[in-house]
């Protein structure tokens, strides 16, 4: 079974710019969960996906969107990006009833310049 | 602010040893602890979860939680060096988190030959 796949892998934006990234969740796994990774902040909560539905949120501005479509793949969106937006940001797929059994994907490099 | 907490290392064991990694949290109402592995430029990996108080045990890993103390360790038996990587503590907030996990900022374990 493919794992969680996550594009692109690697991303330069400016300042200002918007972006949108996208994960493909395992076949199945209903349930997607964004995260954020920095050195300073380490991992971050994003939002979560069910169902085409966002269930939970983490403490991010309103610049950072999502959505899921019927087919379960996400995207999330960063618009007016600012060069603290530079991070690794990872989806995670689950199966509902089993949170527990969370599978990241490799995530996506963005840099902002 | 729900907070889990971890020593950033480095832990620094030699091959064969006990390496024992820590983790508290702040949240009382947490149900589900889980340890992820992230070997350095990969996604983390689950290898471990635990939400009952005691031990769990898998192999050459021991996941232990004392609620009481809201404490959360992982023991790693007969360390080898392919044990070298960032461990990631995560609690899974309380009722109606939804998938959230909030991680801690991770221990670097080093196993040395």
């Known amino acids: 079974k493919a794992g969680v796949t996550q594009t692109p892998r690697y991303l330069i934006k400016t300042r200002g710019q918007q972006v949108t990234l996208s994960c493909s969740p395992i076949s199945g796994h209903r349930s997607v969960s964004w995260y954020q990774q920095t050195p300073g902040q380490g991992l971050q909560f994003l939002f979560e996906y069910f169902s085409e539905t966002q269930r939970n949120k983490g403490n991010f501005p309103g610049r950072f969107s999502g959505r899921q479509f019927s087919n379960s793949r996400s995207e999330m969106n960063v618009s007016t990006l600012e060069l603290g937006d530079s991070a690794l940001y990872l989806c995670a797929s689950s199966l509902q009833g089993r949170a527990w059994e969370q599978y990241f994907g490799p995530g996506t490099r963005l840099t902002v310049t | 602010q729900k907070e889990v907490e971890q020593n950033s290392g480095p832990l620094s064991v030699p091959e064969g040893a006990i390496a024992s990694l820590n983790c508290t949290y702040s949240d009382r109402g947490s149900q589900s602890f889980f340890w992820y592995r992230q070997y350095s430029g990969k996604s983390p990996e689950l290898i471990m979860f635990?939400?009952?108080?005691g031990d769990k045990e898998d192999g050459r890993f021991t996941a232990q939680l004392n609620k009481a103390s809201q404490y959360v360790s992982l023991l790693i038996r007969d360390s080898q060096p392919s044990d070298s990587a960032t461990y990631l503590c995560a609690v899974m907030e309380g009722p109606g988190g939804y998938n959230k996990l909030i991680f801690g900022a991770g221990t670097r374990l080093a196993v040395h030959p």
């Open positions: 635990i939400y009952s108080n």
